[in-house]
């Protein structure tokens, strides 16, 4: 393997080559392109190509295996299009994704965003969530995203720069609660990613595609709080390469209480409308993620399975 500074360099050179290239090449054209290699990591990363694979086998199956094998090798193209945009729109800067953006449900965005509690907007690793923050701020005001940073600092350094380039702000994870809390409390927003796998000992336990998935209660705890209204959405990619933004109805968060029981019944249903999405659009999540990796060391009350309560 590369030594890290050398694979940190090479991954920075080969940075500054994309965007030099996106500068030049028409957009569908450098989209393929990304496709192209997706597509050509998806045959040579056997390691993550086989646990996206076993990740659609657990959540769909009434599925085909040739259904499975084609979802998973679409996965990577999906992505490889999504990071050949985002570079694309670090060379050319935000305005270039106006012409490219749809939105649905934009009075559910303004109604959430009239919040005096402010709005707490949640997403996956779905479609293109990096473009959703820079399409959101466009139209509905800047958020806070937050965020961990990259390993490489160049590249984090130029992701950084694009989600700040609409006027958002990054938010470390180190800093989460007191930076979003002064948000929250200006009547802003602040924006999470919700689907990525835990610790058990930060995470509790929700239904994930039928199983226990160890998940964040973090935005939930938040909404719950502050009495931010929580704002699902997401950006899907459609088939002219174009993106639709989609605001489903706020959620108050004093419908469900207060309490340990309120924020997993919050959580459950930010993982119901994450579910509902991937359901719908299946090749533009992140399966190769070990989403199910935590698994619960006792029993959760009332179930059978090997779960731990929060």
């Known amino acids: 393997m590369l030594a890290r500074g050398l694979r940190f360099a090479l991954e920075g050179a080969a940075l500054g080559v994309f965007k030099a290239s996106a500068l030049v090449v028409p957009r569908g054209l450098f989209l393929r392109l990304g496709q192209g290699l997706g597509a050509i990591v998806a045959a040579l990363d056997s390691k993550h190509r086989k646990i996206a694979e076993d990740n659609l086998r657990r959540s769909f199956p009434e599925w085909s295996e040739d259904l499975v ?27 270039s994704v106006d012409p490219l953006a749809t939105i649905e449900g934009a009075e559910n965005a303004s109604l959430a965003h009239r919040s005096p509690n402010g709005v707490v907007l949640i997403t996956g690793h779905f479609g293109n ?3 959703h923050g820079i399409i959101h701020a466009k139209h509905f005001g800047s958020i806070g995203v937050v965020a961990r940073p990259l390993d490489n600092p160049k590249l984090d350094q130029a992701m950084t720069a694009l989600r700040e380039s609409a006027g958002n702000e990054v938010i470390d994870k180190e800093h989460a609660m007191i930076r979003s809390m002064r948000r929250l409390k200006a009547a802003q927003g ?17 239904d994930f595609f039928g199983r226990p ?42 419908d469900f209480g207060t309490g340990d029981k309120a ?35 006792k029993p959760l009350p009332g179930t059978a399975s090997e779960e731990v309560p929060a």
């Not at 998973?72 to 935000?94: E, N, T």
């Open 190 to 206: 602040v924006a999470f990613v919700v689907d990525q796998n835990v610790q058990e000992k930060e995470g509790i336990f929700v």
């Open 213 to 254: 998935a160890c998940t964040t209660p973090f935005a939930a705890k938040l909404a719950i709080k502050t009495g931010a209204l929580v704002l699902p959405c997401r950006a899907v990619l459609t088939p002219d390469l174009k993106y639709r933004v989609i605001y489903d109805p706020p959620i108050d968060p004093r």
């Open 129 to 131: 969530w990096e473009t």
């Open 69 to 95: 094998l084609q979802t998973a090798r679409g996965v990577w193209v999906h992505f490889g299009g999504v990071m050949f945009d985002l570079v694309r729109i670090l060379a050319k800067g935000p305005a």
């Open 263 to 297: 924020i997993r019944a919050l959580t459950q249903a930010m993982m119901n409308a994450t579910e509902s999405w991937i359901r719908a659009n299946p090749d533009q999540w992140l399966w190769m993620h070990r989403r199910w990796h935590t698994q619960p060391s």
